[in-house]
């Protein structure tokens, strides 16, 4: 028992160096892309070229500090009612540009009346990973179905791919850290992801067949809507 409070204490320290660092390099990052930015207009198209690659290596960098933020801070800053649909919608501006990108379309069904407890960007955050990890997966004619619907006083979040699907070795790896199977991948997306459902008392499941598609269930108590005093 002892042990294990030396450990959890020894976490927080790590956690919160973790999430100062992440602060601190979050800022130069950004004044560099700004820079990069203004040096791109008096450019040839060579370098401009160049300047293009430096930026988006530069956001890759950002996303994974991101990442790192919300590992080091996985607790929930403002926990409210949160109606799916809405939120879902607030994401659509990203991932449907995204997909449509890599050749994709993207569905969504969702119906308004579900409610769950939880925090909006965090939510938002969990979501997009997986959603983005589709899109990455996509062969030809890539389509992604976003349904939810409540059933045994659970709102459930189905997410479906028909991407190049899992090797069934490989689900049991999914959120361990640092697992990845793309050349550019970080292997955080999903364990950050795991936590934060975790988080708001939710439970997330995968199922997929190799290069058929890959299904993501998402499950959190369902919050029936209180009307508005
Ligand atoms: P990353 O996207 O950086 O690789 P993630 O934690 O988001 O890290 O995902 C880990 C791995 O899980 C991916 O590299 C990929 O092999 C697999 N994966 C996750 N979602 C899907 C999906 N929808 N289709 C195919 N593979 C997936
Ligand atoms: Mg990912």
Redesign the pocket.
């Known amino acids: 028992y002892n042990q294990h409070l030396q450990a959890s204490e020894k976490m927080e320290v790590i956690s919160s160096l973790t999430a100062s660092v992440a602060h601190e390099i979050r800022n130069p990052l950004q004044v560099t892309r700004g820079f990069l930015q203004l040096v791109s207009e008096d450019s040839n198209e060579k370098n401009k070229k160049f300047v293009e690659i430096a930026i988006g290596e530069l956001d890759r960098a950002a996303e994974i500090i991101t990442d790192f933020l919300t590992f080091a801070k996985p607790q929930l800053d403002e926990v409210t009612e949160l109606n799916i649909s809405k939120e879902l919608k607030q994401i659509e501006g990203i991932i449907v540009p995204l997909a449509t990108s890599h050749g994709g379309t993207v569905f969504l069904n969702i119906p308004n009346d579900l409610y769950i407890c939880g925090n909006s960007s965090k939510l938002k955050q969990a979501l997009i990973?997986?959603i983005?990890?589709?899109i990455?997966?996509f062969q030809k004619d890539g389509q992604i179905h976003i349904q939810a619907h409540e059933h045994n006083n659970n709102v459930v979040i189905q997410i479906k791919?028909n991407?190049?699907?899992?090797e069934p070795a490989?689900l049991a790896k999914?959120?361990e850290p640092y697992?990845?199977?793309?050349t550019k991948?970080?292997?955080?997306?999903?364990?950050v992801?795991f936590r934060l459902i975790e988080a708001m008392k939710g439970t997330i499941e995968?199922s997929?067949q190799k290069h058929v598609?890959?299904e993501?269930m998402i499950r959190f108590p369902a919050v029936s809507q209180r009307p508005t005093e």
């Open positions: 990973n997986i983005k990890n589709s990455e997966a791919d991407g190049a699907g899992i490989q999914l959120g697992f990845s199977t793309k991948g970080t292997g955080l997306g999903l364990m992801t995968f997929s598609g890959t993501v």
